[in-house]
């Protein structure tokens, strides 16, 4: 990610940018924000929305920071695009920018209402609008968007092309039906680390190719109301047919085989859809929405680039494999002003399981995560189909007191590849957990055991306590472990926690280390146990 990055709409722009390294030690930083010289606000966070610009128009923006000395104070200057400063004007007497850029608006769009004519779409949440709505989706191009106006609107799987908009009203909800049949025909996928045909999903762009790069690009998914799918009904349902259809293959596995998958409904689950599919995109953004309900995991990006989700909710607290946001071999996917309540991992970051994606080895890399709140769930995981690698993984400003495990790093013994880079900060976490699994092993191994290395912790308080995914008990635990696997060379390697409070849940033993090398405590305290 650039040091300065932004997204638009006719009448907004957002503007995003990694943290800077100016203070430590747990200080806060301050952005203050000006439009056309004059003050719009300042934000503690790393992302400011300027409103109420017009549409098809350059402004000329710059982000300071606001510190100690005045080279780093802040201001954001936006201008016409002939240069001429709005209200009483003239450059805030500040430092020198955190960065600047020139951004015009998006044009206005004409609206493509799929409840008008020619589309006639009914939201009474009973009605099938499936063909509607694929029609409207289908009629879209650079100068219109497609509309969802307030009401409840039934469908099976929708298509999305090259350069689509779509805006749903608030009170909108496209709601996916729980009956499998709508989700035909199957496409090419990528479930927990293979490549299959798996069912449509609620939302589809792009087909997946590993040995191509995206080809499909410019949609944009946004607005105010919510896309849900059949969650839980729907996942069984599949599930239930898929069994039906693996009946002898099922039956021919192996006591030993068995015991490689998580449980017996892993198979037949792996066809299930996801809420939203991504598969060689690039230049995709999902902001404001409500997402609910997958099958599965709910935004799935496979093979993709470019790929921005901000300010939206994620609900899949009763789904098995309900993530919330899964960037797969994927490149510069940034996620921030996010709050989830799933049923497994808030974010799942992965490339691949053994032997497949060792030879496919396309990496995830380039993901950005701030700013996001996990309120019941895993937390933010990497793996464990992790085989194609994962590096270059910046994590900040993230509350994840509500998940289950914080920050999880793993991978079976059987994956090979590695971990590397990752960096979390100025975050709240559950526990930290560097370790190796067992399940969701099947298929041959890459010969050696994966490599985690080279990662970051600086100014986290680990609480030492998490919630029970099943009963939600809160439960005491070892705040930080780090555990290699155990075949020289492969230990766990080049860990730094820095200024890290623990605060340990009434345990004595707070940290526990296995087969690690080169793992350095500074300033690292045991704080009064109390919950935050």
Same mark, same amino acid.
């Given at each position: 990610?650039?040091?300065?990055?932004?997204?638009?709409?006719?009448?907004?722009?957002?503007?995003? $940018?990694?943290?800077?390294?100016?203070?430590?030690?747990?200080?806060?930083?301050?952005?203050?924000?000006?439009?056309?010289? !004059?003050?719009?606000?300042?934000?503690?966070?790393?992302?400011?929305?300027?409103?109420?610009?017009?549409?098809?128009?350059? *402004?000329?923006?710059?982000?300071?920071?606001?510190?100690?000395?005045?080279?780093?104070?802040?201001?954001?200057?936006?201008?016409?695009?002939?240069?001429?400063q709005?209200?009483?004007?003239?450059?805030?007497?500040?430092?020198?920018?955190?960065?600047?850029?020139?951004?015009?608006?998006?044009?206005r769009?004409?609206?493509?209402?799929?409840?008008?004519?020619?589309? @006639?779409?009914?939201?009474?949440?009973?009605?099938?609008?499936?063909?509607?709505?694929?029609?409207?989706?289908?009629?879209?191009?650079?100068?219109?968007?497609?509309?969802?106006?307030?009401?409840?609107?039934?469908?099976?799987?929708?298509?999305?092309?090259?350069?689509t908009?779509? *805006?749903?009203?608030?009170?909108?909800?496209?709601?996916?039906?729980?009956?499998?049949? %709508?989700?035909?025909?199957?496409?090419?996928?990528?479930?927990? +680390?293979?490549?299959?045909?798996?069912?449509?999903?609620? #939302?589809?762009?792009?087909?997946? %190719?590993?040995?191509?790069? /995206?080809?499909?690009?410019?949609? #944009?998914?946004?607005?105010?109301?919510?896309?849900? =799918?059949?969650?839980?009904?729907?996942?069984?349902?599949?599930?239930?047919?898929?069994?039906?259809?693996?009946?002898?293959?099922?039956?021919? @596995?192996?006591?030993?085989?068995?015991?490689?998958?998580?449980?017996?409904?892993?198979?037949?689950?792996?066809?299930?859809?996801?809420?939203?599919?991504?598969?060689?995109?690039?230049?995709?953004?999902?902001?404001?929405?409500?997402?609910?309900?997958?099958?599965?995991?709910?935004?799935?990006?496979?093979?993709?680039?470019?790929?921005?989700t901000?300010?939206?909710?994620?609900?899949?607290?009763?789904? $098995?494999?309900? %993530?919330?946001?899964?960037p797969? =071999?994927?490149?510069?996917?940034?996620?921030? +002003?996010?709050?989830?309540?799933?049923?497994?991992? &808030?974010?799942?970051i992965?490339?691949?399981?053994? /032997?497949?994606?060792?030879?496919?080895?396309?990496?995830?890399?380039?993901?950005?995560?701030?700013?996001?709140?996990? !309120?019941?769930?895993?937390?933010?995981?990497?793996g464990?189909?992790?085989?194609?690698?994962? =590096?270059?993984?910046?994590?900040w400003?993230?509350?994840?007191?509500?998940g289950?495990?914080?920050?999880?790093?793993?991978?079976?013994?059987?994956?090979? &590849?590695?971990?590397?880079?990752?960096?979390?900060?100025?975050?709240? @976490?559950p526990?930290?957990?560097?370790?190796?699994?067992? *399940?969701?092993?099947?298929?041959? +191994?890459?010969?050696?055991?994966?490599?985690?290395?080279?990662?970051?912790f600086?100014?986290?308080?680990? @609480?030492?306590?998490?919630?029970?995914?099943?009963?939600?008990?809160?439960?005491?635990?070892?705040?930080?472990?780090?555990?290699?696997?155990?075949e020289?060379?492969?230990?766990?390697?080049?860990?730094?926690?820095?200024?890290?409070?623990?605060?340990?849940?009434?345990?004595?033993?707070?940290?526990?280390?296995?087969?690690?090398?080169?793992?350095?405590?500074?300033?690292?305290?045991?704080?009064?146990?109390?919950?935050?």
């Open positions: 990610m650039k040091p300065f990055n932004y997204a638009v709409a006719d009448t907004t722009i957002i503007l995003y $940018w990694e943290k800077t390294q100016m203070q430590g030690g747990g200080q806060s930083l301050c952005y203050q924000v000006y439009v056309g010289g !004059e003050p719009a606000g300042s934000t503690g966070k790393t992302h400011f929305t300027i409103e109420n610009l017009k549409p098809d128009t350059e *402004y000329e923006t710059a982000v300071y920071v606001a510190g100690e000395a005045p080279d780093r104070q802040a201001a954001v200057n936006v201008q016409t695009a002939s240069g001429e709005a209200g009483s004007g003239g450059k805030p007497a500040f430092g020198k920018p955190l960065a600047s850029c020139r951004i015009r608006t998006a044009k769009k004409r609206r493509l209402d799929i409840t008008k004519p020619p589309y @006639l779409a009914v939201g009474d949440g009973k009605t099938l609008n499936t063909k509607a709505i694929q029609q409207a989706l289908e009629d879209c191009n650079e100068e219109t968007a497609v509309y969802v106006p307030s009401g409840t609107f039934l469908t099976g799987a929708l298509r999305l092309h090259d350069n908009e779509l *805006y749903l009203e608030e009170g909108a909800v496209i709601q996916g039906t729980a009956n499998p049949a %709508d989700y035909l025909p199957r496409i090419p996928s990528r479930f927990e +680390g293979l490549e299959m045909e798996c069912c449509s999903s609620l #939302l589809n762009m792009g087909k997946l %190719d590993h040995t191509k790069e /995206p080809d499909c690009e410019n949609i #944009l998914i946004h607005g105010k109301g919510t896309i849900a =799918s059949g969650g839980r009904t729907l996942a069984e349902a599949v599930i239930s047919a898929e069994k039906e259809r693996l009946t002898d293959f099922l039956a021919g @596995l192996s006591e030993e085989q068995k015991k490689e998958y998580e449980k017996p409904e892993t198979i037949p689950g792996r066809v299930r859809p996801r809420l939203i599919n991504i598969s060689n995109c690039k230049n995709v953004r999902i902001s404001g929405l409500a997402l609910e309900n997958g099958a599965s995991w709910n935004v799935h990006m496979i093979y993709s680039r470019d790929i921005l901000d300010n939206c909710t994620f609900f899949s607290k009763d789904v $098995w494999n309900g %993530d919330g946001w899964d797969d =071999s994927s490149e510069n996917c940034t996620i921030f +002003g996010c709050v989830f309540r799933t049923g497994d991992d &808030s974010i799942a992965k490339s691949g399981k053994n /032997p497949e994606g060792n030879v496919i080895g396309r990496p995830c890399r380039g993901i950005r995560i701030f700013d996001c709140v996990c !309120e019941a769930g895993h937390g933010i995981t990497i464990s189909e992790m085989s194609g690698g994962v =590096s270059d993984v910046k994590i400003d993230c509350d994840l007191r509500g289950c495990y914080g920050l999880e790093v793993k991978g079976t013994k059987k994956r090979g &590849s590695y971990v590397r880079d990752v960096q979390v900060r100025d975050s709240v @976490l526990r930290i957990l560097f370790h190796a699994v067992d *399940y969701n092993d099947d298929g041959a +191994g890459a010969g050696k055991p994966p490599v985690f290395e080279s990662c970051r600086e100014n986290v308080r680990v @609480l030492g306590r998490y919630a029970d995914r099943d009963s939600g008990e809160v439960k005491d635990c070892a705040g930080i472990e780090l555990k290699g696997f155990d020289p060379g492969y230990e766990i390697r080049d860990i730094l926690l820095k200024n890290v409070r623990l605060s340990g849940g009434g345990r004595t033993c707070r940290i526990v280390m296995e087969n690690c090398k080169d793992i350095r405590f500074e300033d690292v305290r045991v704080e009064e146990d109390r919950i935050i």
